[in-house]
């Protein structure tokens, strides 16, 4: 079974950056795109940027388009997102997720593996 590790949570001020990390514990055909999502207690999980294997294909929730980037490096099992220009509305819990498909979704339903989550709370 795929495990995910996130970290890199933690309180910032609006206008502030924050970088999350995320390791799979292993490499296998179960995990090609890899990617994040958020979720505000109450609410649905909403997908944030997803990549593929090769990074050929990535995509990012409109909200945060220009000012999150998603990066991975396949030799360390690792996806990265950093996040600029933070504002209030991004604090969530951000959960780092992992699929089989070539080419990533943006459904959470489609992701096979997710992490514990982590925090990230941006302040006015």
């Known amino acids: 079974q795929v495990q995910l590790t996130e970290s890199g949570g933690g309180v910032v001020e609006t206008g502030g950056s924050l970088g999350l990390s995320c390791v799979a514990s292993?490499?296998?055909?179960?995990?090609?795109?890899m990617g994040w999502f958020r979720q505000v207690a109450g609410k649905e999980r909403e997908f944030v940027a997803v990549?593929?294997?090769?990074?050929?294909?990535?995509f990012y929730a409109e909200s945060v388009k220009g000012r999150f980037t998603i990066s991975r490096d396949n030799a360390k099992n690792t996806v990265y997102l950093q996040m600029n220009s933070l504002k209030p509305e991004d604090t969530a819990v951000y959960y780092c997720?992992?699929?089989?498909?070539?080419?990533?979704?943006?459904?959470?339903?489609?992701?096979?593996?997710w992490g514990q989550g982590t925090q990230v709370t941006i302040s006015s």
């Open positions: 997720a992992a699929q089989k498909n070539l080419i990533p979704t943006i459904r959470r339903q489609d992701w096979n593996y």
């Open positions: 292993e490499r296998t055909r179960s995990i090609n795109s």
């Open positions: 990549m593929s294997y090769n990074g050929a294909s990535t």
